[in-house]
């Protein structure tokens, strides 16, 4: 089945570097990646023809009516529809819900997002995002719609295989757990935290975020610190990991979040997350997991601990982790809780069985 990716027209920053990799402004750019590797010989839908890094760049002018289009701007799913039913073929669509519908606030957007929920069907990053996806169908399409919603979720998992050595630095390093600044993401409750610690204990603050972020309050305000470092983005997965590889410490601020592919990569090359108590923060640690805070307050005193008795703080979450596998071999336990429960393999192999079943 030929299979093409739609991702990145809802923003006006371009989504291919000069190179022809994806530009990673934000988690999407990691998700579009994965649907194409999961569907050798699949194309990315854009405005021009171009070669991509392993992956060719191709308009709807291009596309065989055939074609199965996934599309990550789901809002615009209507319109895909629209544009590739003028010749008359019946076009195959499915939405890729990787964020959660609350990013977005006005009632045009949600009343699109509702439509398009019911015309075709929705796979979902993770079981939040599924529920949003539903409440928003039952909310904003009459029953008749809503009741043809199809919609399917799995966690997105991670890639095991690209964890780094850990390497040591003279001075713990903080990572801002996000690309953006939005307001979900609480950055200013990460600003005060991380200011805080850093007057009882030298540390490093390293945040990687896109070209809107960069230009942000927030962004601003940590840049004036003289032990704070406010970069654009890695320029790909090997510089990514080799600097979470460095990072000793993370601090999630989120009100809420699809799933937390940040955060369980952070947690993967060793990094001792500190998070809030909340259920999207629960779902990706093991039960018992030492490092939940219900306070700003907790929270500092956490990633004190944290930047201060780094491998304390990991023997800790090993021994959680060891407890939730059933196993006395405590060393890099989490690490094996990761593999077991946030594999990215569970997350393909599940998407594509979903794929063969909705569309044959």
């Not at 966690?155 to 003279?170: C, H, I, K, N, S």
């Not at 592919?261 to 999207?280: H, I, K, N, S, T």
């Not at 093991?286 to 491998?311: C, H, N």
């Not at 059933?326 to 990761?338: D, F, M, N, P, R």
Request: charged share 20%.
């Amino acid at each position: 089945m030929a299979v093409a990716v739609k991702y990145g027209w809802l923003t006006d920053e371009p989504i291919l570097t000069p190179d022809g990799a994806l530009v990673t402004t934000d988690g999407g750019a990691t998700v579009a990646r994965r649907v194409l590797d999961m569907f050798p010989g699949a194309k990315l839908l854009a405005t021009a023809p171009a070669k991509g890094d392993g992956f060719d760049v191709v308009t709807f002018d291009d596309l065989d009516p055939s074609t199965l289009v996934i599309n990550l701007d789901v809002i615009d799913s209507v319109g895909v529809f629209q544009r590739l039913h003028r010749s008359g073929a019946e076009p195959r669509i499915m939405n890729f819900q990787w964020i959660n519908p609350s990013t977005f606030h006005h009632p045009v957007n949600f009343a699109a997002m509702g439509l398009s929920y019911a015309m075709f069907p929705t796979f979902c990053a993770g079981e939040r995002t599924a529920s949003e996806v539903r409440e928003v169908t039952r909310k904003w399409c009459v029953p008749t719609l809503a009741e043809r919603a199809r919609v399917a979720w799995a966690d997105l998992g991670v890639r095991t295989q690209l964890v780094r050595p850990r390497q040591q630095t003279d001075v713990p390093v903080v990572l801002y757990p996000a690309v953006s600044t939005v307001e979900r993401k609480q950055p200013q409750a990460f600003v005060e935290i991380v200011e805080t610690v850093a007057k009882q204990t030298p540390i490093r603050v390293h945040a990687r975020l896109n070209t809107t972020a960069l230009a942000s309050e927030t962004a601003l305000r940590l840049s004036r610190q003289k032990w704070a470092q406010v970069r654009p983005l890695a320029k790909g997965r090997e510089e990514y990991w080799d600097e979470l590889s460095r990072t000793t410490a993370f601090v999630g601020t989120a009100t809420e979040e699809a799933y937390g592919l940040e955060y369980v990569e952070g947690l993967l090359a060793g990094a001792v997350g500190v998070l809030p108590d909340r259920p999207w923060a629960r779902r990706l640690v093991p039960t018992g997991y030492p490092f939940l805070y219900t306070s700003k307050a907790q929270a500092e005193q956490m990633l004190l601990r944290a930047v201060t008795s780094p491998d304390a703080c990991r023997a800790e979450v090993d021994a959680v982790a060891a407890k939730a596998l059933g196993t006395t071999e405590v060393a890099g336990a989490l690490q094996a809780w990761i593999e077991a429960n946030h594999n990215v393999a569970n997350f393909d192999e599940q998407f594509k069985a979903q794929v063969a079943e909705w569309f044959n």
